[in-house]
T-cell receptor, first 117, second 115 residues
Framework: AQKITQTQPGMFVQEKEAVTLDCTYDTSDPSYGLFWYKQPSSGEMIFLIYQGSYDQQNATEGRYSLNFQKARKSANLVISASQLGDSAMYFCAMREGGTGTASKLTFGTGTRLQVTL | EAQVTQNPRYLITVTGKKLTVTCSQNMNHEYMSWYRQDPGLGLRQIYYSMNVEVTDKGDVPEGYKVSRKEKRNFPLILESPSPNQTSLYFC??????????????FGNGTRLTVT
């Protein structure tokens, strides 16, 4: 079974609008972290935001927020006031924290976001 | 500046010619890992290292070797590259080897083409 599922291969959003990128995850580990990364066309992977499984509040970092719904196992990224520079590939990822595990980062297949004028 | 440095950024080679992609981090991180990225498949882990002299296989280790002789360096070795290893490769590190709340910091990537 896929551990991280991103069902939107591509999304369009108009400049200044908000957009939500979907991510669902699957784990039986009670301790885990959820991460979002941005990959612009230049190729580098940029860490955006983190949400821990025990965190009570949704994470926010500037224009980025994470809509964490634990019971539904979803961790959607919300970008407010989109800018042209937000056009990129976005990856959701999970790191599980079980004892003795290597705790690798498992990625979804990504969503390509295009911001239009 | 805290960073993960990979070299080279671009590499074109021929089948069977051994190559090494270097990776170095200056953040004193315990954990280092290599990923490859292919269209439609996301990023997949090749190898990881939880500390010096400790390495282990990830999800797609076939055709690759690694070593961790020093904490800061984690080179990826392709002894006999094949065209199916054409990919974008990332080295990454994190402070704590097994903490689920520790983000990975990535290098800028190495785009490898094997003809």
């Amino acid at each position: 079974a896929q551990k991280i599922t991103q069902t939107q291969p591509g999304m369009f959003v108009q400049e200044k609008e908000a957009v939500t990128l979907d991510c669902t995850y699957d784990t039986s580990d009670p301790s885990y972290g959820l991460f979002w990364y941005k990959q612009p066309s230049s190729g580098e992977m940029i860490f955006l935001i983190y949400q821990g499984s025990y965190d009570q509040q949704n994470a926010t970092e500037g224009r980025y927020s994470l809509n964490f719904q634990k019971a539904r196992k979803s961790a959607n990224l919300v970008i407010s006031a989109s800018q042209l520079g937000d056009s990129a590939m976005y990856f959701c990822a999970m790191r599980e924290g079980g004892t003795g595990t290597a705790s690798k980062l498992t990625f979804g297949t990504g969503t390509r976001l295009q911001v239009t004028l | 500046e805290a960073q993960v440095t990979q070299n080279p950024r671009y590499l074109i080679t021929v089948t069977g010619k051994k190559l090494t992609v270097t990776c170095s981090q200056n953040m004193n991180h315990e954990y280092m890992s290599w990923y490859r990225q292919d269209p439609g498949l996301g990023l997949r882990q090749i190898y990881y290292s939880m500390n010096v002299e400790v390495t282990d296989k990830g999800d797609v280790p076939e055709g690759y070797k690694v070593s961790r002789k020093e904490k800061r360096n984690f080179p990826l070795i392709l002894e006999s590259p094949s065209p199916n290893q054409t990919s974008l490769y990332f080295c990454a590190s994190s402070l704590v080897r097994s903490s689920y709340n520790s983000p990975l910091h990535f290098g800028n990537g190495t785009r490898l083409t094997v003809t």
